[in-house]
């Protein structure tokens, strides 16, 4: 029989989400947000404060780039994208804590947490149908 709290342990030491990474992120907690998608997506707009590592190049720079006592958290574009998953695995491979964040940008951007571009630093709308308006808070 499955032993259904190991499998969800095992899953949230994984994963975590854009509300949980942005909290941390608020905190002040140890924690790198990397974006592993292309220089493409990543000039059309990425979390505030992320670092850009395309998956493909982790292996090369994460050791010279990223210290090993951070936890890393990695993102693509949403939930039909697995270069997150792609991106953890290269984190997990060179013995760093790593987590994906579940839903990706896409997430991110609809629940309203910073985002920034070329522009700046600025926030969208919430998504009603991903997150509850909030009080702006000054980010």
């Known amino acids: 029989m499955l032993d259904r709290a190991a499998y969800y342990a095992t899953k949230l030491a994984a994963e975590t989400d854009a509300s949980d990474a942005y909290a941390a992120q608020r905190r002040g907690e140890s924690i790198v947000i990397v974006d592993v998608r292309s220089d493409e997506a990543w000039a059309q707009g990425r979390v505030a404060g992320a670092v850009h590592m ?7 720079r994460a050791p010279r780039e990223i210290g090993k006592d951070a936890t890393v958290v990695v993102y693509c574009w949403s939930p039909g994208c697995n270069a997150g998953a792609k991106g ?3 984190f997990a491979s060179l013995g760093y804590d ?8 896409e997430y991110w951007v609809r629940e309203g947490y910073p985002v ?4 700046g630093i600025h926030r969208r709308p919430v998504d009603p149908l ?3 308006a909030r009080i702006r808070i000054h980010s």
Do not use: N, P, Q, R
Not at 98 to 105: A, P, Q, R, S
Not at 116 to 119: F, K, N, V
């Open 130 to 132: 991903t997150g509850i």
């Open 116 to 119: 920034e571009d070329a522009d």
């Open 98 to 105: 790593v987590k994906e964040m579940i839903g990706g940008f």
């Open 54 to 60: 395309h998956y493909s190049e982790i292996a090369a």
């Open 88 to 90: 953890a695995l290269e």
